[in-house]
């Protein structure tokens, strides 16, 4: 339901990306693989000429939603250096790089990501803003964008990530102008037990005989 009015029926997954879209846009208006040797970090080499010439994941109209004057078009992902994987375990880098449309400058660009479990709600994400990385306006046009993250230790199962671009200089409060929803679906396998969504190690154990 949305304003009175019945705006989905359906399965639970299409459901809550179809609540997304709508609490995003009324937002706006209000204002099991093993576990691997760890490798060494290396210098990602994006081919965006590849990018722009369909090398890579195209965004249908029904995946975005927001103001929508900026849009993510299509994108691409690596997993510790490797395309398109889809496990993942805790310390690996997540890399996306994604194709923007402008249709008016973007002054004041954010950046974004979170992720959510299988029951939609977000366990973690972070924007441009409160990871302080200063970006620069966009001009009106097509542009490549480039982020990473490294994953952390959380419960295994499958989680969606989704990414999103705003404008605006508050991490909370900003215009919505895209967001690209559940567009990578990752297999996590973490590499030990974990108590719960994620582990608060314990810092002390004492007893009174000590």
């Known amino acids: 339901m949305s304003r009175g009015q019945v705006v989905f029926d359906g399965g639970t997954k299409q459901a809550i990306e179809c609540y997304q879209r709508v609490a995003?846009?009324?937002r706006f208006h209000e204002e099991t693989r093993p576990a691997l040797e760890q490798e060494p970090k290396?210098?990602?080499?994006?081919?965006?000429?590849?990018?722009?010439?369909g090398g890579a994941n195209e965004l249908d109209e029904d995946q975005v939603s927001?103001?929508?004057?900026?849009r993510i078009s299509r994108f691409q992902w690596w997993v510790g250096g490797r395309a398109s994987v889809?496990?993942?375990?805790?310390?690996?880098?997540?890399?996306?790089?994604?194709?923007?449309?402008?249709?008016?400058?973007?002054?004041?660009?954010?950046?974004?990501?979170?992720?959510?479990?299988?029951?939609?709600?977000?366990?973690?994400?972070?924007?441009?803003?409160?990871?302080?990385?200063?970006?620069a306006p966009l001009k009106c046009g097509r542009h490549f964008g480039h982020i990473?993250?490294?994953?952390?230790?959380?419960?295994?199962?499958?989680?969606?990530?989704t990414i999103g671009i705003g404008k605006g200089i508050d991490a909370h409060k900003h215009v919505?102008?895209?967001?690209?929803?559940?567009?990578?679906?990752?297999?996590?396998?973490p590499s030990m037990l974990v108590h719960?969504?994620?582990?608060?190690?314990?810092?002390r154990l004492s007893f009174d005989n000590e």
């Open 66 to 70: 927001g103001r929508l004057a900026t």
């Open 24 to 26: 995003g846009a009324e």
């Open 86 to 135: 889809s496990y993942i375990r805790d310390g690996e880098c997540v890399a996306i790089a994604f194709e923007l449309i402008c249709d008016e400058d973007l002054l004041e660009p954010v950046v974004g990501y979170q992720v959510q479990d299988r029951f939609g709600t977000v366990v973690f994400g972070d924007n441009s803003i409160t990871s302080q990385l200063n970006t």
């Open 176 to 189: 919505i102008e895209c967001w690209a929803h559940n567009i990578i679906v990752f297999e996590n396998a």
């Open 196 to 203: 719960g969504i994620f582990n608060a190690q314990l810092t």
């Open 42 to 53: 290396k210098e990602l080499n994006i081919d965006w000429l590849s990018m722009a010439g």
């Open 148 to 161: 990473e993250l490294v994953w952390p230790l959380v419960a295994p199962g499958k989680y969606s990530l």
